[in-house]
Nanobody
């Protein structure tokens, strides 16, 4: 059984910073791309940032220059450093990963962590 467990959300004022973490555990052979998504009330879930197993990254235009995704392959953990936060960044943030378990590739989601940015 594989789990993704997120942490690091909370309430912060505009202009502040937060760092999200997502740790994968269980019967993991390897992890391919890891991603952060977010979903604000009444809106569709959107991709925020992604990182390949080799460290290549890409970002949504709305967060470029403010957010940084990184990963620790030894710890099966992905991070999202969020700086210069804006009220429009308020959302539930979800970790996503494609994980090779024995010989099959599966997609997993974390439970979500709330990020609230006050103006």
């Amino acid at each position: 059984q594989v789990q993704l467990v997120e942490s690091g959300g909370g309430l912060v004022q505009a202009g502040g910073s937060l760092r999200l973490s997502c740790a994968a555990s269980g019967s993991i052979f390897s992890i391919n791309a890891m991603r952060w998504y977010r979903q604000a009330p009444g809106k569709q879930r959107e991709l925020v940032a992604a990182i390949t197993s080799g460290g290549r990254t890409n970002y949504a235009d709305s967060v470029k220059g403010r957010f940084t995704i990184s990963r620790d392959n030894a710890e099966n953990t992905v991070y999202l450093q969020m700086n210069s936060l804006k009220p429009e960044d308020t959302a539930v943030y979800y970790c996503n990963a494609h994980i090779l378990v024995t010989v099959s590739l599966y997609e997993y989601w974390g439970q979500g962590t709330q990020v609230t940015v006050s103006s």
